[in-house]
Nanobody, 125 residues
Framework: QLQLVESGGGLVQPGESLTLSCAAS????????IGWFRQAPGKEREGVGC????????NYANSVEGRVTIFRNNGQSTTYLQMNTLIPDDTAVYYC??????????????????WGQGTQVTVSS
């Protein structure tokens, strides 16, 4: 059973940066692609971006393209979501998810079986 734990959320001001972590534990963690998602109050879950199991392929949602970078350290079984120039619309609970995809990665939540508990990010002055 794969377990995911997100951390690094908090309250930041507009324009600031924040890096979230997704620590994975369980057998064979490095064979999993990782997706990052977020859900704001009253809104549907949104895919933020994803990274393939070898870290060579990343995809980002149009809403965050250019402000977000996803990278992973397979030696530490940890994936990161670096967010720059944060805006109030980035306020949400952020989740990481994992699964053994046959292709690079996906920003579709239904592609993933394993989910973390989420970490809150609030962007406000």
């Amino acid at each position: 059973q794969l377990q995911l734990v997100e951390s690094g959320g908090g309250l930041v001001q507009p324009g600031e940066s924040l890096t979230l972590s997704c620590a994975a534990s369980g057998f064979g963690v490095n064979v999993y692609s990782i997706g990052w998602f977020r859900q704001a109050p009253g809104k549907e879950r949104e895919g933020v971006g994803c990274i393939s199991r070898n870290g060579l392929i990343t995809n980002y949602a149009n809403s965050v393209e250019g402000r977000v970078t996803i990278f992973r350290n397979n030696g530490q079984s940890t994936t990161y979501l670096q967010m720059n120039t944060l805006i109030p619309d980035d306020t949400a609970v952020y989740y990481c998810a994992a699964d053994t995809l046959n292709y690079g990665c996906s920003v579709r939540g239904e592609e993933y079986r394993y989910w973390g508990q989420g970490t809150q990010v609030t962007v406000s002055s």
